[in-house]
């Protein structure tokens, strides 16, 4: 069987992985090693008046106990976010400082007050409960109304009322005329509910300070090591980049929550300095809940207008995004060119306008989480057209298709530009997969057995492939993000690839290998693809919105042109033909209809032993590439779901669901319908079981698995998945992406089939048991 | 976790004595209760005294329609035993629902009786077959026993032996479970036998396992779902938290009851 670009290979590192081998930070032991534990806040938002720190040093094998100050004092920086947002009236953000532990004031309960290194974990965490603070607790705004309310407390000096901005996109009031004149007009408050992104491996940090060679190295639990290393050296100055080696070894999960630098690995790399030892931390699942950057947490108003044809006339959104006490990395983007860019959706929209308030409160941060900003948009659209549809007395599937984008390119009011797709394609696919047409004999089945059966549809979609990067420049991002590759073709011909992407769960080891060994007609067995390591990989943007693909295996393309160039050179010269006329294929370099043919190898060997190589040629095989997409891409589906609702006990089973999704050019299909697979359960999380509860005081009530409920195998259905992929016109594989479009295009087409099945479209996230009967209730009792 | 010291009790009065000697002591059975509440340093025993070994306390004996559990059995054995299948497959399907098969292979009948969780399923199981409690010390009948969340008449060092029952003719238990923890968010436990109906209530209560007395009644005149439509418990009654409030749990008891009645009526 072919191994190239679409073979369902199995993955080349489960191997490891199922058998336990897999080495991931956690697994690492240094020699003359430290542990550290952290002394967290028990409080959402106080003043440090003190911290008593001579018990703990005192305690048996404690080396240190670091607070800020001394953090400060050395001169590590403030942690940053890197995408500035301007707000409507023109003015910059109003971010608020960021010290990894901190100084004046807590923040959020789990904020790292200071950290006590011992020998042993166990000492380490004992010594950490005998850190005695003393706080003076002030008022907490725990949630979004909180933190706008007039009496709120002031989170950080710097954001007056809690606003980091008041940014907008489109045109208010050609939107706003559209509206007026709408035939109708629905509108919804819509509320995407704060996630805790449960990574399968917590985040962890091993760093050593070299004195001799004055050098660190971190192993980290990262997607993206090289921006690791770039924001720990310009921004935190922990240690200068040249002298710093970021390694993120095999990680479990990411979902996003690991893109970011958080204060753990900047105490850790300061602390070894500070000490001289290897500084390990290794977060617990409590820690995990506590102080991983959480995901969504939107409150939204929307407005949509059609006219009596049912012909979408215009979109007015209004979003107040939660980004809780401090601005993570890329948060600032996440409600703004990652979620109202999309607001589109899979239709022709004239008029658009959306308004986004960014809000402090005493919470554990907000940033990307699988799909970030998009499933926030998805969510909104395909709510509102579900609910105009049954408002209007119009089929769902129709008021979709008569609004569908048809023609391609497509510039949509708020700054994305389709490049390819058939939308009415993948919805009547999935319509026929999941038997749309037989439904209503379902439903009176169903109701014979005493259940309400319901059906939604969800045609999201999605931009992938971030990003091209003079535009995201030009919208305030502080990064490039192209992705890079170098491809080595060794002397015996096998091939290394290094790649700025990193793999933490999509099986690039073996997908990226795929590309490359259909590229040069070589097995599979003789690449590998190398990630990961700065002192071993050239600089790379790393693993994040679905990029690696389209973005990360691009540039592995580009360099394989290069590769090819100089194959195709030493090869005629060895050969006296033509470098045109060779063919690549079957580890061979030939000229069809000659007995004239160099083994790969061959030709490696001839690269490097230089004995006989084209005048003025270098010697050697190995070229590297950046690839900066031109666009993103934009992967798109339709999702339908089916339900039953118990209406004794309000629960809700999913009977069947049906994803068809376009993801383009697809490498591996296993690969995929596994992405596609873990995007929908996660979507399934989402929608009905997942949610991060704070208290007023801004304790997190869900902070385990006691109280967060994670999907599991009997939460889901067998999934029905297809495909009808019309091919990306923007880069040269044709790939769209596909790492995030389960979570994005589930949760609506979830609520939408319990809304349709329980008759009320005012149900929120989650639908968990409880809240669909008791919105039963509160309709019945209307009813009276 | 705090450091502790750890005791493997050869018999119930070896446990009972090095318990004495402890200055902080706590038994351990099967410790899916204890040991994450240890690593949460919310127990922080000086000493552990693992009663699980002991052979004695350990399986299941029925005698015609007579029952008697071993305190340190197994979920698992308890799910899995034969012959109490034929006595009383309800207390079999309760054990084999009871957390993940790790869960089940640890944990056992004694622990859960004497830690009385709100949320456990045993308790239901012991108070409506109107189990006897025997002790090292005495026998206390399932309805004295529980009294409160997390409370039963235990004294302090006194270990649970064994549990006994007499199997009723008809018995079945309804559980929903928490869509996070998958503990009982209300199970209902139905037995109706020599004494008449026994109706027994877990995780839904706001002072742990009771008896739905006015359901009880009802279905001793007429053993029928249908028997409980004018039935209620009071919402004022039921736990409150992030996953439902005490009007969904008061649903829940009449919806789990009927179910359990269904199931064997």
Redesign the interface.
Known sequence: MSEGIGAPVKRKEDKRFLTGKGKYTDDIRMENQAYAAFVRSPHAHARVKAIHKATAEGMPGVEAVLDGHQLTGDGIGNIICGWAITSKDGSPMNMGAWSALATEYVRYVGDAVAVVIADSKEEAQ?AA?AVEVDYEELPVAAHIDAALAGDAPQIHENAPGNVVYDWEIGERDATEAALASAAHVTEMDITNNRLSPNPMETRAAIATFDEAEDHYTLYTTSQNPHVARLVLSAFYAVAPEHKLRVIAPDVGGGFGSKIYIYPEEIACLWASMKTKRSVKWTGDR?EAFLTDAHGRDHVTRARMGFDGDGKIVGFQISTKANFGAYMSLFSSAVPTYLYATLLSGTYNIPNIYCEVLGVYTNTVPVDAYRGAGRPEASYVVERMVETAAREMGRDPADLRNINFVREFPHQTPVIMNYDSGDFEGNMRQAMEAADWAGFAARKAEAAGRGKLRGIGMSCYIEACGIAPSQAVGSLGAGVGLWESAEVRVNPVGTIEVLTGSHSHGQGHETTFAQVVAERFGVPLDSIQIVHGDTDKVQFGMGTYGSRSGPVGLSAIVKACDKVEVKVRQIAAHLLECEADDLVIEDSQVKLPGTNKALGWHEVGLAAYTAHNLPADMEPGLKEGAFYDPENFTFPMGCFIAEVEVDP????TEIVKFVASDDFGVIINPLIVEGQVHGGIAQGVGQAM?EEV?YDATGQQ??AS??????PRADDLPSFVVAHHNTRCTTNPLGIKGCGEAGAIGSPPAIINAITDAIGNNDLSMPA???KV??LM?SAKIAAE | M?NTNYHKAASAADAASLLSGAEDGQLIAGGQTLLPTMK??LAAPSDLVDISGVADMRGVTVSGSSVTIGAMTTHAEVAGDASLRAACPAICDLAGKIGDPAVRHRGTIGGSVANNDPAADYPAAMLALGATIKTNAREIAADDFFTGMFDTALDEGEIILSVSFEAPAKGAYAK?PN???R?AMCGVFVAQGAGGVRVAVTGAGNDGVFRASDMEAALGSNFAPDALDGTSVSADDMLSD????G??RA??VK?MAKRAVAAIA
Do not use: C, I
């Not at chain 1, 004794?648 to 629960?651: C, H, I, V, Y």
């Not at chain 1, 698995?705 to 994670?710: K, R, V």
């Open positions: 004992e409960l409590t004794d006990t309000g629960k079981l509860v009530l869900s698995y006691m109280d967060y409920a994670m968990t048991p409880s009967w008791g209730q | 705090e949460a340093r929903f869509p996070a923890s503990y992030l996953h439902g409030d009007a969904y649903n829940l919806v």
